[in-house]
Nanobody, 127 residues
């Protein structure tokens, strides 16, 4: 139901734009991005509410990443700038089953908030 694209290999300081296309069943719900580096737990990156009124970011993403979504359609994007080697990870798109599942960053960070996951797209940042 969620299909990510846009990952790849980039040099430090470069940019990538990830996309996540969602199926009809998760249309107009909260959506977000998590990442998981080898040997580490999955961690929150960014989230956007169902009507794109509010966005939430991990501290590591603030000022460098921007999450957005199409007003029509059901695609969410993660624009990643000033990439660092520590951003290297598999990036996963996530969606909630309802519109009002999170209202704070803490709620968005909680993996139990999210009901659907993509298969992941790999991002590698070389130094």
């Amino acid at each position: 139901q969620l299909v990510e694209s846009g990952g790849g290999l980039v040099q430090a300081g470069g940019s990538l734009r990830l996309s996540c296309a969602a199926s009809q069943s998760v249309r107009s719900t909260g959506m977000g991005w998590f990442r998981q580096a080898p040997g580490k737990e999955r961690e929150f990156v960014a989230a956007i509410d169902w009507n794109a009124q509010n966005t939430y970011y991990a501290l590591s993403a603030e000022g460098r990443f921007i999450i957005s979504r199409e007003k029509i359609g059901n695609t969410v994007y993660l624009q990643m700038d000033s990439l660092k080697p520590e951003d290297t990870a598999a990036y996963y798109c996530a969606a909630t089953s309802g519109r009002y599942r999170f209202h704070t960053t803490a709620q968005a960070k909680d993996i139990s908030t999210w009901d659907y996951w993509g298969q992941g797209t790999s991002v590698t940042v070389s130094s």
